[in-house]
T-cell receptor
Framework: KQEVTQIPAALSVPEGENLVLNCSFTDSAIYNLQWFRQDPGKGLTSLLLIQSSQREQTSGRLNASLDKSSGRSTLYIAASQPGDSATYLC?????????????FGSGTQLTVLP | SQTIHQWPATLVQPVGSPLSLECTVE??????LYWYRQAAGRGLQLLFYSVGIGQISSEVPQNLSASRPQDRQFILSSKKLLLSDSGFYLC???????????FGDGTRLSIL
């Protein structure tokens, strides 16, 4: 059974700092890994999807890396801003035919202080 | 562009009452559809998924059921709600080929 762990559970940084969020998974036979952002009381916003054949994926100030063999992914946020404050979740899919049921980590709650 | 809608946004129901949450997707055809629940202090848990009309797979035994009467419509139901059904319910969709999964804004369900 796939298990996904995110460390740290919470992180508080001053504005402008670069930071790294960690995600680890126990079964390295994954199709891809997706990073999401969740604001309080809201749904999930997809940030980055990194395919199993990729090592990195970038979108603006965000960079996700994937190391399948070690079962790890990181989300790098450059020049953090107060608007980046949210819970960040990583998820990996379990395939069942054409469906991709996601297994989620418990998230990292990020607070960026102005 | 594709959009996903969930309603209602918030719902307060008494124990033992029925439930119907609806999710619709626009701008795509034949999506995979998913229902997740996010309970306080617990992570996101997949409840049901569907790869086509009338095709429902359940991930956990529970008091809930799902139906897909139309290609882009996914409904979560219960005949009698329990206190333990409280939580934040999220609908999601994706397509084949390793595309990202996209989520709706969720329904906050409180059982009294």
């Amino acid at each position: 059974k796939q298990e996904v762990t995110q460390i740290p559970a919470a992180l508080s940084v001053p504005e402008g700092e670069n930071l790294v969020l960690n995600c680890s998974f126990t079964d390295s036979a994954i199709y891809n890994l997706q990073w999401f952002r969740q604001d309080p009381g809201k749904g999930l916003t997809s940030l980055l999807l990194i395919q199993s054949s990729q090592r990195e994926q970038t979108s603006g100030r965000l960079n996700a890396s994937l190391d399948k063999s070690s079962g790890r992914s990181t989300l790098y946020i450059a020049a953090s801003q107060p608007g980046d404050s949210a819970t960040y979740l990583c998820a990996v899919p379990i395939s069942s035919g054409s469906a991709r049921q996601l297994t989620f980590g418990s998230g990292t709650q990020l607070t960026v202080l102005p | 562009s594709q959009t996903i809608h969930q309603w209602p946004a918030t719902l307060v129901q008494p124990v033992g009452s029925p439930l119907s949450l609806e999710c619709t997707v626009e701008g795509t055809s034949n999506p995979n559809l998913y229902w997740y629940r996010q309970a306080a202090g617990r992570g996101l848990q997949l409840l049901f998924y569907s790869v086509g009309i009338g095709q429902i797979s359940s991930e956990v035994p529970q008091n809930l059921s799902a139906s897909r009467p139309q290609d882009r419509q996914f409904i979560l139901s219960s005949k009698k709600l329990l206190l333990s059904d409280s939580g934040f319910y999220l609908c999601a969709w994706d397509r084949e080929g390793g595309q990202p999964q996209h989520f709706g804004d969720g329904t906050r369900l409180s059982i009294l």
